[in-house]
């Protein structure tokens, strides 16, 4: 039984400000980090939090000035996020330098919003939202300091990279 942790720092594109609602999308980076811990060569836990800054256009009615008279119109918005996530890490595949792998996690988002909108007006929310992300396959290369990529739906991005290192009291043999 290989007993490892890993720590992780990785940035993302094509956040989603919440799972459940991707047309919330943003075109800046993300910047996440995670611990895991590996019960054994193939599964693992994993604790994450992320920082997202996301901005946008979004369709609404709004007041055209006349009372009682209201039309539809684009508005921006603009919002941060933190998101915090439990999740579990499968490797599919895996040798000395190398590793494919997949990971599920769920979470909160804590995130203030502003929306502006064409009559000049502002809104403000607050609040907390389910949040979560999905990597169906991931790449890792190196062995304790390594770089990677992931593929997935979520708070981390349509795709990710970052650095990883791992460090255990037995080193994972990763199938070889």
């Not at 800054?53 to 684009?74: H, K, M, N, Q």
């Not at 990971?103 to 995130?111: C, K, N, Q, Y």
């Not at 909108?117 to 809104?123: A, V």
Request: hydrophobic share 35%; charged share 15%.
């Amino acid at each position: 039984m290989a007993h490892e942790a890993e720590f992780t720092f990785n940035t993302g594109m094509l956040s989603n400000h919440e799972l459940l609602d991707p047309k919330v999308t943003s075109r800046q980076p993300v910047f996440a980090g995670s611990v895991r811990y590996y019960f054994n060569d193939w599964l693992g836990l994993s604790l994450s939090a992320g920082v997202q800054y996301l901005s946008g256009r979004d369709t609404g009615t709004f007041s055209t000035g006349v009372p009682g008279i209201s039309a539809p119109g684009l508005y921006d918005f603009s919002a941060q996020a933190f998101t915090i996530a439990a999740g579990f890490t499968w490797v599919y595949f895996g040798q000395r330098n190398y590793q494919v792998y997949g990971s599920v996690e769920a979470g909160v988002s804590i995130f203030n919003e502003t929306d502006r909108y064409p009559d000049n007006t502002e809104s403000q929310a607050t609040g907390t939202k389910f949040s979560g992300h999905c990597s169906l396959i991931g790449l890792r290369y190196g062995h304790t300091l390594g770089c990677f990529v992931e593929l997935g739906l979520g708070y981390k991005g349509l795709v990710s990279t970052g650095i990883s290192y791992q460090a255990g009291w037995k080193k994972a043999h990763r199938f070889s």
